[in-house]
């Protein structure tokens, strides 16, 4: 049987190349969106067109009731669940932390933080050998933004991606006996529409002087890196923070 992989946030940039790459690897996967059905639809008809499995879930992943739906969606449209690519995350308009709105600083923690953990917590209880699942593979999305700290931009966002790497080490730890491997990739700037929500549509390209390799990364690139990580040939990886930043 074809392995069964929910990719949240799975609708445009790196989560709906993730999903076109695992799909074209001969994954069933359920995508979740939060608000662009027409994207994730999109999507989904280019899996099913091609050949695949694919179904979308509208679903807010820092809602303890989305997710429950989404997985369940997945179990029962797809069949047994073996792979998490938690992707879904936001940003906000880029500004110094002291003039960031609560609600702002809020949201991010609960779609970046929260979110990641509801989605790998359920993975888990689906997954895992010793609660009678067939165990499989979690992918966490984070970013390079802990390396550098993102002063003056995004410091409540870099500080979120830093949750997202120590959850990856511990929780690769926790279920390491129960058939799961964790693991996360962690893109530099990549030339996506989260650029737009920052206030600076084009910033992967005017910022691309930063970078070692001169210019931003692509989804598809970040997709080959989840793509591995999901596979067998990275069948003794867990725990580890893959950077795919162009050398930044």
């Not at 959850?167 to 650029?195: C, F, Q, S, W, Y």
Request: with cysteine; charged share 20%.
């Amino acid at each position: 049987m074809s392995p069964v992989t929910i990719v949240t946030g799975g609708s445009r940039g790196i989560g709906a190349a993730a999903v076109r790459r695992l799909a074209a690897d001969g994954h069933a996967v359920c995508l979740s969106f939060r608000e662009n059905s027409d994207a994730a639809e999109k999507v989904v008809r280019e899996v099913v067109d091609a050949g695949g499995r694919c179904v979308a879930v509208r679903a807010d992943v820092s809602r303890e009731d989305d997710t429950e739906v989404l997985f369940r969606t997945a179990r029962e449209e797809l069949g047994q669940i073996t792979g998490l690519v938690a992707n879904a995350g936001v940003t906000s308009p880029m500004m110094p932390l002291a003039d960031q709105p609560v609600s702002q600083l809020r949201h991010v923690i609960e779609v970046n933080v929260l979110g990641a953990l509801l989605s790998a917590r359920r993975a888990v209880q689906s997954m895992s050998t010793a609660r009678g699942g067939n165990g499989g593979s979690i992918v966490f999305i984070s970013s390079s933004a802990p390396i550098h700290g993102g002063p003056g931009e995004y410091v409540h966002y870099a500080a979120s991606k830093g949750a997202v790497d120590v959850l990856t080490v511990g929780l690769a730890k926790e279920v390491a006996k129960e058939g799961i491997r964790v693991n996360t990739v962690a893109p530099g700037m990549v030339d996506t529409e989260i650029h737009v929500v920052s206030g600076d549509p084009e910033r992967a390209w005017n910022v691309a002087g930063r970078i070692p390799m001169a210019r931003p990364g692509d989804p598809a690139e970040i997709a080959n890196a989840v793509s591995w990580l999901m596979s067998e040939q990275a069948s003794y990886a867990t725990g580890a923070v893959f950077r795919i930043a162009g050398g930044l």
